[in-house]
Nanobody, 123 residues
């Protein structure tokens, strides 16, 4: 059964850090681009980071560059999103998703999604 499950969300103060995990089952994570998206209340979902399958190329939305780092552990079939220096505007539900092939494709065409994990940045 093909599945992506996010974890690691929670409540954190501004300037704090969290690491999100996306545990994958039913396919090999290295064969596909894996992206992180987020959706804040009242806003559209946006792609924020992606790691290319079969390689280590990574991509970031301008709003998270130099603060977030995406990585992949092939042995654990898991993709991570390390989030540092969190800001109030990072509050959202975070989703990981599988891209239809190895490419990140400008975040278009994701075909399988996790249920999401809530990240709340608040003082």
């Amino acid at each position: 059964q093909l599945q992506l499950v996010e974890s690691g969300g929670g409540l954190v103060q501004p300037g704090g850090s969290l690491r999100l995990s996306c545990v994958v089952s039913g396919f090999t994570v290295d064969y596909y681009g894996i992206a992180w998206f987020r959706q804040a209340s009242g806003k559209e979902r946006e792609g924020i980071s992606c790691i290319r399958g079969g390689g280590w190329s990574t991509y970031y939305h301008d709003s998270v560059k130099e603060r977030f780092t995406i990585s992949r552990d092939n042995a654990k079939n898991t993709v991570y999103l390390q989030m540092n220096n969190l800001k109030l505007e990072d509050t959202a539900v975070y989703y990981c998703a599988r891209m239809p092939d190895r490419r990140c494709g400008n975040y278009n065409g994701a075909d399988y999604w996790g249920p999401g994990t809530q990240v709340t940045v608040s003082s």
